[in-house]
Nanobody, 112 residues
Framework: QVRLVESGGGLVQPGGSLRLSCVAS????????MKWYRQAPGKERELLAI????????NYADSVKGRFTISRNNTKNTVYLQMNSLNYEDTAVYYC?????WGQGTHVTVSS
């Protein structure tokens, strides 16, 4: 079955960076677009970024454009989210998604 496992979250100071990873299995990863979402406490889940199956096309939410970069390595069945210039509002659980499936999420906390 489809399995998505995120990692890379943690505690970071404002202005810092993190790189999230999501390893996929159970489907032909290179055939499908992938997405990153997040859900902050008390808020709805927010779509952050999408990457096409080849990685040639990406799109971002306005809230993260210019700060976050989505990428993928189809030989490793992995999608990444590089997050720079993090601020308090980026504190959330981050999820990857593919084929309408979700991972368990990885927590990101931005705090001084």
């Amino acid at each position: 079955q489809v399995r998505l496992v995120e990692s890379g979250g943690g505690l970071v100071q404002p202005g810092g960076s993190l790189r999230l990873s999501c390893v996929a299995s159970g489907f032909t990863f290179s055939n499908y677009a992938m997405k990153w979402y997040r859900q902050a406490p008390g808020k709805e889940r927010e779509l952050l970024a999408i990457i096409s199956n080849t990685g040639a096309w990406t799109n971002y939410a306005d809230s993260v454009k210019g700060r976050f970069t989505i990428s993928r390595n189809n030989t490793k069945n992995t999608v990444y989210l590089q997050m720079n210039s993090l601020n308090y509002e980026d504190t959330a659980v981050y999820y990857c998604s593919g084929l309408e499936n979700w991972g368990q999420g990885t927590h990101v906390t931005v705090s001084s």
